[in-house]
């Protein structure tokens, strides 16, 4: 009588753990368990996505800045061309008014060598 109630109590345990497995994983509670996950995830990854938004401008910007400082730079690595000849320009102007300067003061020079004073 002992062992029969033994494998009937075992009969028992066992039908009543499958049953409780099946419970634990039917389709409606696996749902409920993913849409209880997904409500106390969501407003975490919804403040990463914002976050990631956020440095994604920032770093647009930051990238924009760079850019345009690398042109300004770039143009002004090709503006030496015009610089150069600014200069040459402005070294041969120097030296023309110079050489005016010159002879300017020679021919002030030359008039009074011409008319000495008069006397008295």
């Known amino acids: 009588k002992e062992g029969s109630e033994l494998r009937l109590n075992g009969k028992v345990t066992d039908k009543f753990t499958e049953s409780m497995y099946v419970l634990a994983n039917e ?3 696996a749902l409920y ?3 209880e996950h997904v409500r106390r995830s969501l407003p975490e990854l919804a403040q ?3 976050d990631m938004q956020s440095w994604e401008e920032q770093s647009q910007g930051a990238i924009y800045t760079v850019e345009y400082a690398c042109s300004a730079i770039k143009n002004m690595t090709d503006s030496t061309v015009y610089f150069k000849s600014i200069d040459s320009l402005l070294k041969h102007a120097i030296a023309m008014k110079e050489q005016l300067n010159t002879a ?3 021919s002030a020079v030359a008039p009074q ?3 000495p004073p008069a006397s008295s």
């Open 104 to 106: 300017q003061g020679r």
């Open 27 to 29: 389709p409606s509670v």
């Open 33 to 35: 368990r993913l849409q």
């Open 48 to 50: 990463h996505k914002s």
């Open 113 to 115: 060598a011409k008319n």
